[in-house]
T-cell receptor, first 114, second 115 residues
Framework: KQEVTQIPAALSVPEGENLVLNCSFT??????LQWFRQDPGKGLTSLLL?????REQTSGRLNASLDKSSGRSTLYIAASQPGDSATYLC?????????????FGTGTRLTIIP | GAVVSQHPSRVICKSGTSVKIECRSL??????MFWYRQFPKQSLMLMAT?????????EQGVEKDKFLINHASLTLSTLTVTSAHPEDSSFYIC???????????FGSGTRLTVV
């Protein structure tokens, strides 16, 4: 059974700093990995999607990497801003056929201090 | 990009009544939609997979007679919480996969409070 863990559970950093969020998964046979952000009481917003054949994806100040063999992904946020404060979730999809289930991590609650 | 619309965003109902939550894919067709439940400060737990034109697939431990799912068209799935009780109070989120993009798009969620 796939298990996804995110460390740390909560993180507070001053505005302007660069930071890294971690995601690990127990079964490396994944199809893709997706990073989301969730604002309090809201749904999920997709940030980055990394296919299993890819090493990283970038969007603006965000960069996500994937090391499938070691079961790890990181989300790098450059020059953090107060608007980045949210809960960040990673999720893995194990296969493309017959099983579209996403397994979510436990989330990291990020607070950017102005 | 792909957009999933979920309504209502908040609902308060009396114990014993039923509540319907709608999930619509606005600019793409979704043969499969997913319903999640999220408890405070916890991650999302998949409840069921909704398949257009066929029965939903429920995860272990989820009561299919309590959480009725209907996926009557390629753009609409509904979740009905029947005979709701206070312990059903939670945040419910739907999602769908845009096959063109490959990733999953989520609705804005529904906060259900049963009093």
């Amino acid at each position: 059974k796939q298990e996804v863990t995110q460390i740390p559970a909560a993180l507070s950093v001053p505005e302007g700093e660069n930071l890294v969020l971690n995601c690990s998964f127990t079964d490396s046979a994944i199809y893709n990995l997706q990073w989301f952000r969730q604002d309090p009481g809201k749904g999920l917003t997709s940030l980055l999607l990394i296919q299993s054949s890819q090493r990283e994806q970038t969007s603006g100040r965000l960069n996500a990497s994937l090391d499938k063999s070691s079961g790890r992904s990181t989300l790098y946020i450059a020059a953090s801003q107060p608007g980045d404060s949210a809960t960040y979730l990673c999720a893995v999809k194990e296969s493309n056929f017959g099983n579209e289930k996403l397994t979510f991590g436990t989330g990291t609650r990020l607070t950017i201090i102005p | 990009g792909a957009v999933v619309s979920q309504h209502p965003s908040r609902v308060i109902c009396k114990s014993g009544t039923s509540v319907k939550i709608e999930c619509r894919s606005l600019d793409f067709q979704a043969t499969t939609m997913f319903w999640y439940r999220q408890f405070p400060k916890q991650s999302l737990m998949l409840m069921a997979t909704s398949n257009e034109g066929s029965k939903a697939t429920y995860e272990q431990g989820v009561e299919k007679d309590k959480f009725l799912i209907n996926h009557a068209s390629l753009t609409l799935s509904t979740l009905t919480v029947t005979s709701a009780h206070p312990e059903d109070s939670s945040f419910y989120i739907c999602s769908a996969r845009d096959r063109g993009h490959g990733g999953y798009t989520f609705g804005s969620g529904t906060r259900l409070t049963v009093v």
